[in-house]
């Protein structure tokens, strides 16, 4: 039996993740803590899973792989100086794993994963990503991640500049330019999360599209990745490498 904590185990996410975990015949959920509960709480799970927020993941990261607990993380807002800062910490406590997601959903992954095979075949490429209201942060982790893996795609390939002659009178009118790559946030009630990546060329467009339907969605992937973690050495960004990818 793998020995789990859940941090943010109240949460949209967390609660779907607490069901799933003690669902699993291979899972003993230990601990489900939320805001205002000590860290404390966690000792004795090998695992911890966090879905919490981008302003209190470091320091629960901190904690758990100074105690020897392998972190899985969904929750979002990290760019390299958090991930190098994650990384220092895990060199300090050889034998600690972490695993960072910013999509757990299966059909996500696929979609990031496709937007980066389609990015070097079309001379443009941009990114919406659609969200309910109460989202903590703008643009998702998925989009930033789509949007870094197709740059790192088209810079592979020797792609040049997209084309674009605007020039805009309003900020934020052409949306966040994520390595080049322009990231588009909506936050519209009744959705859950969503995203399209456009990718143009000469007289034709590919759009590839996901729509999670559940937030339900997430935990095949959290599951796999509480599995795994422990065999995975280091820092792993991604479910890519734990699908084959
Ligand atoms: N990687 C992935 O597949 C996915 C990632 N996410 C990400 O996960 C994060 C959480 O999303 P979501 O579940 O929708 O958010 P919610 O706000 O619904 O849940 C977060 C929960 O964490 C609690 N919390 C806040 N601070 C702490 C703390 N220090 N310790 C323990 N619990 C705490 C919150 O309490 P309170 O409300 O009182 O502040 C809340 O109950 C976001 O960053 C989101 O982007 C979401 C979906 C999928
Ligand atoms: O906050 C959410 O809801 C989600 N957050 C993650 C992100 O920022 O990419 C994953 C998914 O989009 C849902």
Known sequence: MIRVGVLGALGRVGVEVCKAVEAAPDMELVAALDKGDPLEGLTGAEVVVDFTHPDVVMDNLEWAISHGIHPVVGTTGFDEGRLATVRAWLGENPGTNCLIAPNFGIAAVLMMHF??????YFESVEIVELHHPNKADAPSGT????????????????????????????????????????VHA????????????????????????HDTMSRSAFTPGVLLGVRRVRELPGLTIGLEPLLDL
């Open 115 to 120: 937007a980066q095979q389609a990015a070097r």
């Open 186 to 209: 909506v936050r519209l009630a009744g959705l859950i999360a969503h995203q399209e990546v456009l990718l143009g060329g000469d007289g034709e467009i590919l759009t590839i599209r």
């Open 143 to 182: 989009a930033r991640r789509t949007a870094e893996l197709v740059a790192e795609a088209r810079a592979k390939a020797g792609a040049g500049a997209m084309p674009d002659a605007t020039s805009t009178s309003l900020d934020g009118a052409r949306g966040a330019d994520v390595d080049g790559v322009h």
